[in-house]
């Protein structure tokens, strides 16, 4: 073995692809460079063999060298098939199946040419003979040995048309990247298909020479175009297809690159590549002092006519590096937000109109979260609650100790509508509210629960309108029973006395009696007793009507009371006398008190004359006046009468209640008077009630107002 000038050569082109194949190592991570790699270590292989191969001369050992020399030859464009195919973007089709089929002929190669000796399918002779510079190896190619060539320039002419179209679409920032790849694929197959020519000398194999000159395009690419830095495939498979309009400046800011949606939006072309930013945005200048002096991928809005239609957009600026740290330049992206700047518009109205129906909202309005804890509420709602906004917001529904209020909040929060109604005690302020409540769960797109919203209800007015028509309702009642009374005193008592009066009146025109004086004079009294009682019933009849028709105005005056009392029992001195029965006046002269005459005279005396009519023969009645703790004058008048039972007394002040007895020498009785008297009190603000043992005697019992003035005034 011998080292001559071309074995040399040769060894150099190894090494020189041996450091390529060293600077290339920190691009390993850039799509397809490690089956570049691949490429130059099984081009790498073949050149250090095939030096060997030129410096031997022994057979024994060039046919060693030969056949060693293949562990990398019909690697070579298989490996760089892959790293064209990965590089122009269609990295998706090296599937295992596809890389197996393509790597099946290598293989096969490779084990043909080991075990030639024993087929010759691949080499059907060899020889050395000497050129004059060194021992060649000559050979008679065999079957194989075209099959292998002719899957290499298969592999090389697909190779080359990938990258021929790929330089073709690429963008004239990225062309020259694209026309180095393309050259050096172009150099290796032009020697490759010269020397199956046989167009060099003396057996001469150039394809080692050609891997060298590939290795010295290639640093040049690194050293002087960045190649590798930004792959091509990137910019010809995503960058033309962004909606976003995307620009590309170099480190002058001047424009290297556009896309299409940068075109249309800014009606500049491919042309315009190489203008610089200020002449490029001159219509814009706060985007050109936004790109000049902003920090990196900040955001700045700016706002384009278009069609008389002002559109919004964003315009973002990222640095451009390579894999070595080094700054390339920077991309803007300007994005159309017009549509989201509508959305938000929107948005912002629909809470301003959802914000103005909550505030508005004769309700109470609460929202809370997925927790229980209130995020808003409303002014009626701290009105209701009689707290405040801060003290709402916050507070966990949870942790509320009405466990009404907990139990609907749980129910709501499980995605029903729950509700509760009833007196509702404030735990952030001293308030207590009948309330109506209604929670509801807010489920999301995904069907979960997020939160819930709450309508508070203040039914205060409603209950007391409630409250109000079931009192109507009893009033209501009331009239329809005291009217139905009515009618039965209409019906009983009244008959009574006009039967008497009718039959004693019969008994007097009768012609065939012949009736004394005395008869008449007899007559005469019952028709008058009759009479009398009639007069007092329908007065009482009449003075009723007028009450429930609300006819009966009162005057109110200040007066003696006992000159009230005085009047009403000299109407009542006859009555009493005939039973033999005092009536005692205990009322001071002082006392006065601001009362309608006629309904006060009328209350004594259907008071008094009940005790006089159930007061023995040789009783008393005794009338007192005092003032009580309620600044009013209390007024009693007590009989020593019969009394009354004491399941009765309820029954008195009730014309719905049919209660009449006869008196203690069976006088009549309506029953109407105690009613009356009840009305005329209460018209004056008054109570009226009784207090009684049978067979000892009745106090009833009734209190009127009086002037500030009055020193009988309760101080």
């Known amino acids: 073995m011998s080292l001559n000038l071309f074995a040399f050569i040769v060894f150099m082109s190894t090494l020189i692809t041996a450091s390529l194949i060293i600077a290339l190592w920190s691009y390993r991570k850039i799509p397809g460079i490690g089956y570049f790699i691949l490429s130059l270590v099984a081009g790498a292989v073949y050149s250090a063999f095939y030096a060997l191969e030129v410096a031997s001369f022994q057979f024994s050992f060039i046919w060693i060298f030969y056949r060693l020399e293949y562990l990398g030859i019909p690697y070579i464009p298989a490996f760089y098939f892959f790293f064209v195919i990965s590089y122009s973007g269609q990295k998706h089709k090296l599937s295992i199946p596809f890389r197996i089929a ?177 002449a490029l945005f001159h219509h814009y200048p706060d985007v050109i002092h936004f790109v000049q002096t902003n920090s990196l991928n900040h955001q700045f809005e700016f706002q384009i006519l278009q069609n008389d239609n002002l559109r919004n957009f964003s315009i973002t600026s990222s640095q451009l590096i390579d894999y070595h740290g080094t700054e390339l330049g920077k991309m803007l992206i300007v994005h159309d937000i017009t549509e989201r700047r509508l959305a938000e518009k929107r948005r912002r109205e629909s809470e301003e109109r959802f914000r103005l129906i909550v505030e508005n909202a004769p309700l109470g309005v609460i929202y809370f979260d997925k927790e229980g804890i209130i995020t808003i509420c409303n002014d009626e709602l701290v009105r209701i609650i009689g707290s405040s906004r801060e003290k709402l917001i916050g507070l966990n529904m949870m942790n509320l100790p009405d466990q009404r209020i907990v139990s609907i909040l749980k129910t709501a929060l499980e995605g ?97 009696f012949e009736l004394t004086i005395d008869e008449m004079r007899s007559y005469a009294q019952d028709i008058r007793k009759s009479a009398l009682l009639l007069f007092g019933l329908l007065e009482n009849l009449l003075e009723w009507s007028r009450l429930q028709r609300k006819e009966l105005f009162i005057e109110k005056f200040n007066y003696p009371l006992i000159r009230l009392v005085i009047q009403s029992v000299e109407t009542l001195a006859e009555n009493a006398a005939k039973k033999e029965i005092r009536i005692i006046n205990n009322v001071h002269p002082d006392i006065h008190v601001l009362v309608d005459e006629k309904m006060i005279q009328s209350v004594f005396r259907n008071l008094i004359s009940n005790a006089i009519k159930f007061t023995f023969r040789g009783g008393k009645v005794t009338i007192e006046a005092n003032a009580n703790a309620d600044s009013m004058i209390e007024v009693q008048v007590t009989d020593t009468g019969v009394g009354i039972k004491s399941s009765d007394i309820e029954k008195l002040f009730r014309i719905n209640e049919d209660y009449s007895t006869y008196g203690t020498e069976g006088e009549p009785s309506t029953g109407l008077g105690l009613i009356l008297c009840r009305e005329f009190v209460e018209k004056h603000g008054g109570k009226i009630w009784v207090k009684s043992q049978q067979g000892i005697g009745s106090t009833f019992y009734f209190t009127l107002p009086v002037q500030k003035n009055n020193k009988f005034e309760t101080s």
């Open 102 to 278: 393509v790597l099946i002929v290598p293989v096969i190669t490779t084990l043909m040419v080991i075990t030639n000796d024993y087929h010759h399918f691949f080499l059907t002779d060899s020889m050395i003979h000497h050129n004059g510079y060194f021992h060649a190896f000559a050979f008679s190619p065999g079957t194989w040995y075209w099959m292998h060539q002719i899957y290499t320039i298969l592999v090389f002419l697909l190779s080359f048309i990938l990258l021929f179209r790929m330089w073709l679409r690429s963008a004239p920032v990225f062309r020259l990247q694209s026309g180095i790849i393309l050259f050096c694929t172009l150099i290796p197959f032009v020697v490759y298909l010269a020397y199956l020519l046989k167009v060099f000398p003396w057996g001469l194999d150039p394809v080692p020479f050609s891997s060298a000159l590939m290795a010295a395009v290639i640093y040049i690419g690194l050293s002087q175009y960045n190649l590798f830095s930004m792959a091509p495939m990137a910019r010809n498979l995503l960058f033309d297809k962004l909606p976003d309009s995307v620009l590309v400046f170099d480190l002058q800011n001047r424009l290297v690159d556009l896309n299409n949606a940068a075109k249309q939006l800014f009606g500049i072309t491919s042309k315009d590549v190489g203008i610089n930013l200020d």
């Open 416 to 512: 029903n509508k729950a509700r509760m109604e009833g007196i509702y005690k404030s735990v952030t302020a001293d308030k207590t509210t009948p309330v109506r409540v209604i929670f509801e769960a807010i489920v999301s797109d995904t069907g979960e629960v997020t939160g819930g919203i709450g309508v508070v209800e203040d039914i205060t007015d409603r209950l007391e309108a409630e409250e109000k028509i079931r009192t109507k309702n009893m009033e209501l009642e009331r009239t329809n029973a005291e009217k139905d009374r009515f009618f039965s005193i209409i019906a009983h008592d009244l008959r009574s006395p006009f039967n008497a009066f009718l039959g004693f009146t019969e008994l007097m025109t009768d012609e065939s």
